[in-house]
């Protein structure tokens, strides 16, 4: 059968089930009703007929009151067999309710007699009626009960005279009861209630007959709609919905059908429409990209000189007029560094290009970054800056902790900008932790001018403040907070804020980030565990934050409010035997100051060895030498990183507890032995390769590289890099992206073709871009890490160190091989668990893995061998220690079974062949080291 007419007998079917539903429904609704009527028609017949028996039975039943052997109950009976409708006669004695006499039909069922309360109603109703109904509900029978009643004079007052009449009165002497029977009745009426149910069935029949016949003539032209619906649900809008001619109503729905593939068809137009205007928006946003990375070139560029000159500008002799004049230029290079950042964030963010890390981070240095770099505008400004962090947080979560502290930075700024005195709070708060996630809120808050709730709604929309005015007042051009906004929805988070005008103003923003599984090692700061300190500040903020950083390293603290407070509790420990070994305190405190305190503390000769250690957010440069005459042993600018405080206190618990006296300690002091500690291994021995164009920039580049201790040669051009490359053995290599002729990809692909013959050489990215994409840009082209420009001190110390790392003292004239280049935990393990066996190990390893590399190339478009032997050399590489090369061939293994195309496939052998390189030259480098220590020993067990 054909869907048509599977269709078709499915519509039929379901209609005739609605109509002959309906129908026998109607049928039997009509039968009950003719049934109850002539139920209702007999009841009321045999009442009436009951009411007219009455008298006659109650004049037949009379001479027998009167005269016991009357044939009274002989006429009743036969009086009653002539009316076949009756079914029971009794005549009852008024007295004692016996029967007097009876009449009852054979088939009628024995009846118990009247009682007493029928009596009283027959007294009272003169006339009662019972109808008692069988288990259907319908009469079965019809019971009458009236008095016998005889009249009489009164023996007084006969003649009523005002009348003329007289007077009579009524005794009941007897009753009677009157059964009338349905059954004759009923059973008359049944011959024609049957016919009528036969003529209703007959017609029932042949009217169903005719509508299955008629049905296929009112259903065809609804049926043949079926295929032009069929055409439209396929796409086809130009299939016909038919032109012969049909019903009104049929008529009316193929116009409605014609209309509606009308409106599909416009749709779909619309549609079409709607996609190109799409393809023209992806190209808009591609043109927009590429303006604001040829923007961001341009800009970054000459500012890249400006910014660098200034720090080296800084960093020499000049007068103080000249240093305020270059610090103010340096400010302003950064406020203009700092607008470039958020217009290109807001457009990345705008354009969704804007691709969020997710590594493991440490929140709490993150904090403590802000917070060092936030603490000089606050101090200068005389503010508290106070930073609350909860000691319930992890350690390590995941997430992208540049953007996590970009918010955070923007949010403290804020605060402090629009504060001019009293506090800033920074507060890190645990919600909830559970499932491997944890709910965190951080919330900045301010003693500042405040704003009005009612403008709190366009606070994060973009060039918005909430009073025009403080646009001119305190600067800003309104894209910070929208760009946090953005950010904190980046994150799955949310962000909100809360203010008054005059009480301050409070941001807040919650994140939901995983738990990192690895956790970093606790600082080694066991000497502290056990020792008593007080800590005097009138702040409870500051006091519980100090309070829980120093109790996580087991000290035994207790914080009070004022000096005379502080006493207290050093004159008790004494008497109880535990005094105090340190006193932690601000410079402001309730009733003294810290001086004062210092010099009561230090002329009582029970505590006088207690060391003190000055811990304040309001300083001048003079107050370090001061409070150290005074005799403090310490002094810090709160806010303090935890761990140079808790450096500071190990140093100083460390000396007493030897019985020396420790220098007298400051946060600079401290900067300053790290300092000379990494100038103790300068980065002298290196010689470096800057491929720049730029002439300033190769200046700022020269004199930086120089005074970190390398040895810097210059290349304009990309052939020039790659000539330099192959005739001196460089051991890092900054390329600049963009530069004439060659440019730093082509550069950096030749390098990387030639070194099949020497050591691999680390290539750091040095570009202006600053877009999404460019660093997996970078990265595909063979270059191993990536810096952006305006280049900083500090960034080049850190990317010198992780590529060169100089605490291994590697000698000149040994090949670079690259350190770092893979994660060389795992591998040294493995090195170790072989032994001597390691270099043969290594040699099959790179046979059998560029074995397995040709042939997955060779298998482009067979994707099933592809996963299989990504299968295999993802197991040889687990084996050898090198994971990530491993998770590779994992991926390309899935990806193959996928099924997805083979540009993907050719990507990701890209990604593998890179990484095995990697992983080859830091076999080699393994070797290289093993076969070092060999001629070592060799050479010392010569001499010996």
């Known amino acids: 059968m054909s869907s048509k007419s599977g269709f078709e007998t499915s519509l039929i079917q379901r209609i005739g089930s609605i109509l002959l539903g309906g129908a026998a429904l109607f049928y039997a609704v009509i039968i009950l009703s003719v049934f109850l009527a002539c139920n209702y028609l007999i009841e009321k017949n ?10 006659v039975f109650d004049e037949l039943s009379a001479p027998l009151f009167f005269s016991p052997s ?3 109950p002989e006429r009743i009976a036969g009086y009653s067999r002539q009316i076949p409708d009756v079914g029971m006669v009794r005549v009852y004695n008024g007295e004692n309710l016996s029967v007097l006499a009876e009449y009852r039909k054979p088939e009628m069922n024995p009846r118990p007699p009247m009682d007493h309360r029928i ?7 003169q006339i009662v009626m019972n109808r008692i109904r069988n288990i259907a509900g319908i009469s079965g029978d019809l019971q009458v009960y009236a008095p016998i009643q005889v009249k009489s004079l009164k023996d007084q007052d006969v003649m009523d005279f005002s009348t003329g009449e007289l007077k ?26 049957l016919a009528t149910l036969i003529a209703l069935s007959f017609a ?6 005719i509508y299955v016949k008629k049905m296929h003539f009112a259903l065809d032209p609804l049926l043949n709609l079926q295929e032009p619906l069929k055409q439209i649900a396929q796409g086809n809008f130009e299939t016909e919905v038919g032109h012969a001619p049909v019903d009104k109503e049929i008529e009316i729905i193929r116009q409605a059908l014609r209309t509606t593939i009308m409106a599909l068809k416009q749709r779909e137009n619309e549609r079409n429409d709607a996609l190109v205007s799409k393809l023209k928006a992806d190209e808009a946003n591609l043109a927009k990209s590429s303006f604001l990375a040829n923007m961001s070139h341009e800009i970054r560029t000459p500012m890249n000189g400006m910014i660098g000159m200034l720090e080296l500008l800084l960093d020499s002799g000049l007068t103080s007029l000249q240093r305020e004049f270059a610090g103010t230029a340096q400010s302003s290079a950064e406020a203009l560094l700092a607008l470039v950042n958020d217009i290109l964030d807001l457009s990345k963010i705008e354009a969704g290009m804007l691709n969020l890390e997710k590594i493991p981070f440490n929140l709490l240095q993150e904090v403590k970054a802000v917070i060092n770099t936030q603490a000089i505008a606050a101090e200068t400004k005389g503010l508290d800056l106070v930073v609350h962090y909860s000691p319930t947080l992890p350690h390590r979560m995941l997430g992208d902790p540049a953007r996590i502290r970009q918010i955070i930075m923007n949010l403290v700024g804020n605060a402090i900008k629009f504060t001019e005195e009293g506090r800033v709070t920074l507060e890190v708060a645990a919600l909830a932790e559970q499932g491997g996630h944890c709910s965190l809120q951080i919330s900045v808050s301010d003693t500042g001018i405040g704003m009005d709730p009612g403008k709190l709604n366009n606070i994060f929309e973009k060039f918005t403040q909430a009073d025009t005015s403080t646009t001119r007042t305190y600067g800003g051009t309104g894209l910070g907070l929208a760009i946090c906004k953005q950010l904190v929805e980046l994150m799955n988070g949310q962000i909100d804020v809360e203010s008054q005008p005059g009480t301050g103003t409070k941001f807040w923003f919650k994140l939901d980030l995983p738990v990192a599984p690895e956790t970093p090692a606790v600082p080694k700061t066991s000497i502290l565990k056990g020792v008593r300190a007080v800590y005097a500040d009138m702040h409870p903020i500051n006091c519980c934050v100090v309070k829980s950083q120093l109790q996580q390293q087991g000290m035994l603290v207790d914080c009070v409010s004022s000096g005379s407070a502080a ?12 005094p105090y070994k340190l006193v932690i305190m601000d410079s402001q405190m309730d009733d003294m100051d810290a001086l004062g305190l210092c010099k009561t503390i230090k002329d009582g000769l029970a505590y006088s060895d207690t060391m003190l250690v000055m ?12 409070f150290a005459d005074a005799g403090f042993a310490a002094f810090l600018n709160s806010p303090t990183p935890q761990h140079m405080l808790l450096e500071i206190l190990t140093i100083l618990c460390s000396a007493h507890t030897g019985g020396v006296k420790p220098p007298f300690l400051t946060a600079a002091a401290l900067s300053a032995s ?22 300033v920039n190769q200046r700022v580049a020269a004199h930086m590289l120089k005074r970190l201790g390398c040895k810097v040669d210059f290349a304009a051009t990309g052939h020039a890099v790659v000539a330099m490359h192959a005739k001196e053995k460089y051991d890092l290599i900054f390329m600049d992206c963009q530069m004439p002729g060659l440019d730093g990809y082509d550069a950096t692909a030749a390098i990387r073709l030639s070194e099949k013959q020497q050591a691999h050489v680390p290539i750091i990215a040095l570009t202006a871009h600053a877009i999404q994409g460019e660093r997996e840009k970078c990265l595909a082209a063979g270059m191993d890490d990536y810096m952006s420009k305006p280049v900083r001190m500090h960034m080049l110390r850190e990317i010198l160190e992780k590529w060169l790392h100089p605490h291994m003292m590697r000698k000149p004239g040994l090949p670079a091989a690259k350190q770092g280049a893979v994660p060389v935990d795992e591998m040294e393990a493995v090195r170790q668990f072989f032994g001597p066996s390691f270099a043969e190990l290594a040699l099959l390893f790179q046979a059998d893995s560029a074995k397995r590399m040709a042939a997955m190339r060779a298998a482009a478009g067979d994707n099933r061998q592809i996963a299989q032997l990504a299968h295999i050399l993802s197991g040889s590489c687990a084996s050898m220690g090198a994971t990530r090369l491993s998770n590779l061939c994992q991926q390309l293994e899935a990806e193959a079974k996928k099924g997805v195309n083979q540009m993907e496939i050719e990507v990701l052998l890209a990604e593998i062949a890179s990484e095995l390189q990697k992983v080859e030259l830091t076999l080699q480098s393994m070797q290289l080291d093993s076969g070092m220590n060999k001629l070592k020993r060799r050479d010392e067990e010569a001499q010996a």
């Open 168 to 193: 009579e009165t009524s005794t009941t002497i007897g009753y009677i009861e009157v059964v009338m029977d349905f059954s004759p009745s009923r059973q008359s009426i049944y011959p024609a209630l």
């Open 119 to 125: 009596i009283g109603s027959a007294d009272t109703l």
């Open 674 to 695: 790290v300092s000379d500690h990494e100038e103790s291994v300068p980065f002298a021995d290196y010689r470096l390769l800057v491929a720049e164009d730029n002439l």
């Open 567 to 578: 006493l207290h509790l050093l004159q008790e420990a004494i008497v109880n035997g535990s």
């Open 70 to 72: 009357s044939k009274a």
């Open 204 to 209: 029932l029949f042949f009217g169903a007959r």
């Open 615 to 626: 811990l304040t957010s309001l300083s001048r440069p003079s107050d370090a030498q001061r």
């Open 46 to 55: 045999l009442e009436k007929q009951a009411l007219q028996l009455i008298p």
